[in-house]
């Protein structure tokens, strides 16, 4: 079993729409939770960081996380063509290496 | 654009060559990072180094190796090459060693064709 998991997608929106995407980890020393935008042949970029449970917004994105069932979510307010990308979150204890999910592909069509 | 510079951008080889990725981490950041992403695995740790020295290992193969120069550039080295180790190698930079403020800024990427 994979230490943190997520659906591959796609995931198939229009624009406008309200995204949600999620994570589940196993580790439960996971104490820092990212999510990163990778656009195609780009390396990932920080979009979020937010530590133990709790929502963190930015915009029109709102990280969240549930320490006891092990979920952690990004949510998209009004998506936008420019938000198609694929979303990796992350975990990390503060000790060691972080550890990525696989990455869900999101479409957002005009 | 990171600040975070990575040569080359692609790279086309054969079985059992060897090949040295190089990555420039941004200005003042002493730790670097370096990725394996391919399609069925993700985004996977290899190596981390902080000022020269090697800090944490993942799931790198023995074939595999790298430094971290006096000036912070570092280099993957890359050997005995198989086809499946063909795949995008990220190199990231950050500012601290391991601590949860870090934030770790990713390079544009090496894509790497093995045949």
């Known amino acids: 079993q994979k230490e943190v998991e997520q659906d591959p997608g796609p995931l198939s929106v229009p624009e406008g729409a309200i995204v949600s995407l999620n994570c589940t980890y196993s580790n439960s020393a996971f104490q820092y939770f990212m999510w990163y935008r990778q656009y195609s042949r780009k390396g990932p970029e920080l979009l979020m960081y937010?530590?133990?449970?709790g929502n963190k917004e930015d915009g029109r994105f709102t990280a969240q996380v549930d320490k006891s069932s092990k979920y952690i979510s990004l949510f998209i307010r009004d998506s936008q063509p420019s938000d198609s990308a694929t979303y990796l979150c992350a975990a990390f204890t503060g000790f060691q290496k972080l550890v990525f999910g696989t990455g869900t592909r999101l479409l957002v069509s005009p | 654009d990171s600040g975070v510079t990575q040569t080359p951008k692609h790279l086309i080889t054969a079985t059992g060559q060897r090949v040295t990725l190089r990555c420039s981490p941004r200005?003042?950041?002493?730790?670097v990072y370096w990725y394996q992403q391919s399609l069925d695995q993700g985004l996977q740790f290899l190596i981390q180094y902080y000022n020269g020295e090697e800090r944490a290992k993942g799931n790198i193969l023995e074939r595999f190796s790298a430094q971290q120069f006096p000036d912070l550039h570092s280099e993957l080295n890359l050997s005995s090459l198989e086809l499946g180790d063909s795949a995008l190698y990220f190199c990231?930079?950050?500012?601290?060693?391991?601590?949860?403020?870090?934030?770790?800024?990713f390079g544009p990427g090496t894509r790497l064709l093995v045949l």
């Open positions: 200005s003042g950041d002493l730790s």
């Open positions: 990231a930079s950050s500012a601290l060693v391991t601590s949860g403020e870090e934030t770790q800024y």
């Open positions: 937010t530590y133990s449970s």
